[in-house]
């Protein structure tokens, strides 16, 4: 059984930091498409940033040169860094997962790309 688990979350001011970790057991980072979502109250789920398995990555516009997403293939983690944070960050942060092939490409959407997800952590950011 495939599970996803955030941590990291919580509340900080505007311009603070989270760094986030999405745990996965019984399924491997190795030849996947990792990416995190997030949806604030009222608005559609929107992706945030995304890893392939060669490293690429990918981000939305607005957290470009604010977040960074890595991952640690020998600890099965995968990680949001994210600093200078605004108000407007604030949200319930998903990681998602699904397999893919040594050296493809990966999206941030169509969301139902994403076959595994985690059950969410809450950033709040304050201005």
């Known amino acids: 059984q495939v599970q996803l688990v955030e941590s990291g979350g919580g509340s900080v001011q505007a311009g603070g930091s989270l760094r986030l970790s999405c745990v996965a057991s019984?399924?491997?980072?190795?030849?996947?498409?990792l990416a995190w979502f997030r949806q604030a109250p009222e608005k559609a789920r929107e992706g945030v940033a995304v890893?392939?398995?060669?490293?690429?990555?990918m981000y939305t516009n607005s957290v470009k040169g604010r977040f960074a997403i890595s991952v640690d293939n020998a600890k099965n983690t995968l990680y949001l860094e994210m600093s200078s944070l605004k108000p407007e960050d604030t949200a319930m942060y998903y990681c998602?997962?699904?397999?893919?092939?040594?050296?493809?490409?990966?999206?941030?959407?169509?969301?139902?790309?994403?076959?595994?997800w985690g059950q969410g952590t809450q950033v709040t950011v304050s201005s």
């Open positions: 019984g399924y491997s980072y190795m030849n996947s498409c």
């Open positions: 890893i392939d398995s060669v490293g690429r990555t």
């Open positions: 998602a997962a699904v397999e893919s092939s040594y050296g493809y490409g990966c999206v941030l959407h169509p969301l139902d790309v994403y076959k595994y």
